[in-house]
């Protein structure tokens, strides 16, 4: 009897003479045929569905891998072509970047995705951000704390909405569109609807064709967030929220609080893994 494997199948069959005997069937080119179909109808599926992006408006959108972006970034696909950039700033918590790069993979079709390398501004600005600094501890204690303004990254936004403003540009793409929201509001100056007003004036000037930068979520909480991606599915276990860079979530600094308090207002579990646990 031949040597069989999970590529053969035995049939019994009966002989001439009326004999029965065990013939063992090579399956291993009927599977190969079978994943060689299934690929292709996969691939034909996500060509047409690139076929209906690409019908679509081009909107750049500023994804950090927080579950506001992240959240904004699945709204935005039912209507607009997206193209995502993330910053690499120098920033403790670069985990939010491999966060952007899961939710754009996530999406259908998927989200291309660029990663910027700004790390120099780490020493740039090393002297005014716990998020830089090594030797500046993260506060804990909630946004709205006094100790919570060392997270501020001097003119952090305006850094990268002007970037996403020259990348839309060279896209073609009219819209910018970043996930500034109420509870910014309290700590920093590049979230609040003043600061948003003057980047449109300035986005709508500076070059040949107009661009408009949206915040649609600048009057939303994060809770108001939270029930737009649950409707949405956005898989809040592949973003990243918190301030230190470690392996979980501190749940202790004023960025997890608020997503905690997000959730918790919800009534929904928020399926990151934390230390506090």
């Not at 179909?37 to 950090?64: H, P």
């Not at 690499?88 to 970047?97: A, F, L, S, T």
């Given at each position: 009897m031949g040597e069989q494997n999970e590529y053969t199948r035995t049939n019994i069959v009966?002989?001439?003479?009326?004999?029965?005997?065990?013939?063992?069937?090579?399956?291993?080119?009927?599977?190969?045929?079978?994943?060689?179909?299934?690929?292709?109808?996969?691939?034909?599926?996500?060509?047409?569905?690139?076929?209906?992006?690409?019908?679509?408006?081009?909107?750049?959108?500023?994804?950090?891998?927080?579950?506001?972006?992240?959240?904004?970034?699945?709204?935005?696909?039912?209507?607009?072509?997206?193209?995502?950039?993330?910053?690499?700033?120098?920033?403790?918590?670069?985990?939010?970047?491999?966060?952007?790069?899961?939710?754009?993979?996530?999406?259908?079709?998927?989200?291309?995705?660029?990663?910027?390398?700004?790390?120099?501004?780490?020493?740039?600005?090393?002297?005014?951000?716990?998020?830089?600094?090594n030797s500046i501890k993260v506060p804990d204690g909630h946004y709205e704390d006094e100790t919570m303004k060392s997270t501020v990254v001097p003119n952090r936004n305006m850094i990268m909405l002007s970037i996403a403003i020259g990348y839309a540009i060279d896209l073609g793409a009219k819209k910018v569109f970043y996930a500034a929201h109420s509870g910014d509001h309290a700590i920093y100056p590049d979230c609040r609807p003043v600061f948003v007003y003057q980047m449109q004036k300035v986005a709508s000037v500076c070059h040949y064709d107009p661009v408009e930068v949206h915040a649609p979520y600048l009057n939303f909480n994060k809770a108001d967030i939270l029930r737009i991606g649950y409707k949405l599915k956005v898989p809040y276990e592949h973003t990243w929220t918190c301030y230190n860079g470690r392996v979980r979530a501190c749940g202790k600094c004023g960025s997890c609080q608020e997503r905690l308090e997000a959730f918790d207002e919800i009534g929904l579990e928020d399926p990151l893994e934390y230390e506090t646990d």
């Open positions: 009966e002989m001439e003479d009326g004999s029965f005997e065990e013939i063992i069937e090579d399956q291993s080119s009927l599977k190969s045929s079978v994943q060689a179909e299934f690929k292709a109808k996969m691939l034909e599926e996500e060509q047409k569905e690139q076929e209906v992006e690409n019908r679509k408006e081009k909107a750049v959108i500023i994804l950090s891998g927080g579950m506001d972006s992240g959240t904004l970034l699945f709204d935005l696909k039912r209507k607009y072509n997206v193209f995502a950039i993330t910053f690499d700033y120098g920033q403790k918590h670069r985990k939010e970047i491999f966060a952007a790069k899961a939710l754009c993979l996530k999406t259908k079709p998927k989200t291309p995705h660029q990663v910027m390398n700004l790390s120099g501004l780490r020493g740039l600005l090393k002297n005014s951000s716990s998020l830089l600094n």
